[in-house]
């Protein structure tokens, strides 16, 4: 995945305008309009950076003549002290730029770092480990970029991207099998259907319904090691809910092919980056 630059634009200037909805009253106040100088950003704690472009984009738009010395890029590992940054140009500029540049820096990274983390813990395995759609809204495709800068694996994007039948769905078509067929008759032949399942019984029903993927919602090791061996047709299994550091290595050894985590993107504790006026 890359970033879409015309998108990442309407998000950028949608964060300034909100930071600076008219003036800057303290920057706009106290520093000469002409003043130049330096400033670093730097990490202050351990992590992979990510939203290098998208800081380098927040600064440009305030003023398109700061200049920017990459240190870093994205995927990069980071430690206290090292310096990501350097921008030099109207003070009153960078300052402007500040909160907004970091604020994405900073999350970005966090995602990078807890999902490295996270693909650390499976690395002995051949699971894949994938974020979801519980993402910031607005924010979806720098989340999801940040995953994959982190080592990890992006899952569906939106509503539109893939066929996934939960168990809403199951309860208003009626059963598993029916909703597989009604989905069959009007998917591409180039979509992929998946279906979510909660029990052994299930999944047996998708499988025999000719599901493509099988999502294992919130089941035990125990039941999810015994549909791997099941698994005749070799659907694609993928492991779902309340999957965290704790317990992922365990739910890799089982033999799935898939682990989606949702708290690589909506419970992540920012990266701890500064900027510093040299």
């Known amino acids: 995945m890359m970033i879409n630059f015309v998108t990442l634009a309407t998000l950028v200037d949608r964060a300034l305008a909100e930071d600076i909805p008219y003036i800057d ?8 309009a002409e003043k130049k100088g330096k400033a670093i950003i730097t990490a202050k704690e351990n992590g992979v950076i990510s939203g290098i472009p998208v800081a380098e984009m927040v600064f440009n738009t305030v003023d398109k003549h700061l200049e920017i010395t990459k240190h870093k890029k994205d995927s990069d590992i980071v430690t206290p002290g090292d310096t990501i940054l350097e921008i030099s140009g109207k003070l009153i ?11 994405f820096l900073q ?22 480990i994938v974020d979801t759609r519980k ?8 989340e999801k970029y940040a995953v994959l800068m982190g080592g990890c694996f992006n899952h569906r994007f939106n509503l539109s991207d893939a066929v996934m039948i939960k168990d ?8 598993i099998t029916e909703a597989i067929k009604k989905a069959k008759k009007i998917t591409s032949h180039t979509s992929r ?8 019984h299930q999944f047996l029903e998708a499988s025999e319904a000719d599901a493509d993927i099988i999502m294992l919602d919130n089941m035990n090791l125990r039941t999810m090691k015994e549909i791997v061996r099941l698994n005749k047709r070799k659907c694609i299994l993928e492991a779902s809910g309340n999957i965290n550091e704790n317990n ?17 993107t909506h419970s992540v504790k920012s990266l701890d980056i500064s900027l510093n006026i040299r």
């Open 25 to 32: 009253i303290t920057s706009d106040l106290l520093i000469p």
């Open 93 to 103: 500029s960078i300052l402007k730029a500040e909160r907004t540049a970091l604020n």
């Open 107 to 128: 999350r970005m990274s966090g995602i990078s770092t807890q999902a490295k983390k996270i693909s650390d813990l499976v690395k002995n395995n051949n699971a894949k």
């Open 135 to 142: 993402t910031t809204p607005g924010l979806r495709m720098l």
């Open 168 to 175: 809403n769905h199951i309860k208003a078509v009626g059963s």
């Open 193 to 200: 259907i998946e279906v979510e399942v909660s029990s052994l």
């Open 248 to 264: 992922i290595a365990a739910v890799a050894k089982t033999g799935v092919d898939i682990i989606s985590v949702g708290s690589l």
